[in-house]
């Protein structure tokens, strides 16, 4: 069976501390998508990164980094510097390569708080 | 400005009720999904259309119907709901079914059933 667990379901920094979001997977297909996405209050399901099973080159983009690692099935989150901006629920995600109706299968969200 | 657009985005309706959540989507994309998020429970897929064809019904009861028109638009009609199916209610599109590199989704429709 296909899972993905985010064991963090709270997590509280300062403005400007480093905080890491942790995901873990399941899966026995070869073939797989990992996505990270962020809610907001509002509500919307932001898109922040896609991974493929096959790469895994980390990835960096301003202050968001990713570390995936096949080894221990983990595709974690980093938020350098982080900010009040920041504070929303960050979610983890896995699609099968061999699905054909595109379902995302998500963790239980980590929200996180940035107080000023 | 996102490019699903979800209406209402607040519903407050009664178990007697006959009500119906609307998803357009600007993006051109030809799949499109319900997802149903309830409070301390991940994410689930209900419902997936393609090309106005549903190929997915992720074991939902039959008191959510959804209906899809043509490739922009996706409603999710409700009746006689229970307590429990208050949850925010997210739509989703992508270019493909099988393309899972622009899965956008919508601000969501939070609705509560009393």
């Known amino acids: 069976a296909q899972k993905v667990t985010q064991a963090q379901t709270e997590i509280s920094v300062v403005e400007k501390e480093d905080v890491t979001l942790d995901c873990v997977y399941e899966t026995r297909d070869t073939t797989y998508y990992l996505f990270w996405y962020k809610q907001p209050p509002s509500g919307e399901l932001v898109f922040l990164i896609r991974?493929?099973?096959?790469?895994?080159q980390n990835e960096i983009s301003g202050r968001y980094s990713w570390n995936f690692q096949k080894s221990t099935s983990s595709f974690n989150f980093t938020i350098t510097a982080s900010q009040v901006v920041d504070s929303a629920v960050y979610f983890c995600a896995l699609i099968l390569g061999s699905s054909n109706t595109g379902k995302l299968i998500f963790g239980q969200g980590t929200t996180l708080q940035v107080k000023p | 400005e996102t490019g699903v657009t979800q209406t209402p985005r607040h519903l407050v309706m009664g178990m007697t009720n006959k009500k119906s959540l609307k998803c357009e989507q600007h993006l051109g994309h030809n799949a499109m999904y319900w997802y149903k998020q309830s409070a301390k429970k991940p994410l689930e897929l209900m419902f997936v259309y393609s090309l106005e064809e549903r190929v997915e019904n992720n074991s939902v009861p039959s008191r959510f119907s959804p209906e899809c028109p043509n490739s922009s638009h996706l409603f999710l009609h409700l009746h006689t709901l229970q307590p429990e199916d208050s949850a925010l209610y997210l739509c989703a599109s992508s270019q493909e079914r099988t393309d899972w590199n622009t899965i956008y989704f919508g601000e969501g429709s939070w609705l509560t059933v009393v």
């Open positions: 991974r493929n099973s096959f790469d895994e």
